[in-house]
């Protein structure tokens, strides 16, 4: 009797330790795994491909809504707004370096994995339609959503000889 006790017991104890060795598996949760990603999912487990990174949100033709201060210059107004373009072009390199083509101007910013825009200080010439170009001196910050949308804050300085120094804030809706 005694050894079918212990050989119960043996077989009760191996039968419990199979049970509990054996792998269970873990459950696969498609999504976008990649942190780099603006739609990351930490609950993802495998990757399903649907990752969308700013920088290709970014590229593209925008379509812009601009509210910018109209600056005065010898007793004419001039409405930043109307120099701007309906739509602006975003191109880059692949290396989160965007070229923002606005009309004739190209303007350079920098984009980060999660959609925020960095537009350094820069010199680029425009014409106000005074009847000559002037240098001026742009940087700003934004943003782009993964809904298409975006925003950008730019600051445009610059000085006329003898007439003074000018600063216009320019907020520009994005959409596409």
């Known amino acids: 009797m005694k050894n079918v006790l212990k050989s119960t017991s043996l077989f009760a ?3 419990l ?3 509990s060795s054996c792998k269970k598996e873990e459950e696969i949760i498609e999504g976008c795994n990649d942190s780099t990603a603006m739609n990351f999912q930490s609950s993802a487990t495998s990757n399903d491909g649907s990752c969308i990174y700013a920088y290709q949100v970014a590229m593209g033709i925008w379509n812009i809504d601009p509210d910018c201060d109209d600056v005065n210059i010898l007793g004419q107004t001039i409405s930043l707004n109307e120099q701007m373009p309906e739509t602006i072009d975003v191109q880059g390199n692949g290396d ?3 070229f923002i083509y606005m009309n004739e101007t190209q303007v350079s910013g920098d984009i980060d994995n999660m959609g925020n825009i960095t537009v350094n200080p820069q010199t680029v010439q425009i014409d106000p339609g005074l009847g000559f170009p002037l240098d001026v001196e742009i940087e700003g ?3 782009v959503s993964l809904d298409n949308t975006g925003n950008m804050n730019l600051e445009y ?3 006329i000889p003898v007439v003074g120094s000018y600063s216009v804030d320019c907020s520009v809706e994005l959409s596409k």
């Open 157 to 159: 300085s610059f000085e």
């Open 96 to 98: 989160n370096s965007l």
């Open 17 to 19: 330790f199979i049970i």
């Open 141 to 143: 910050d934004g943003n």
């Open 13 to 15: 104890i191996m039968l």
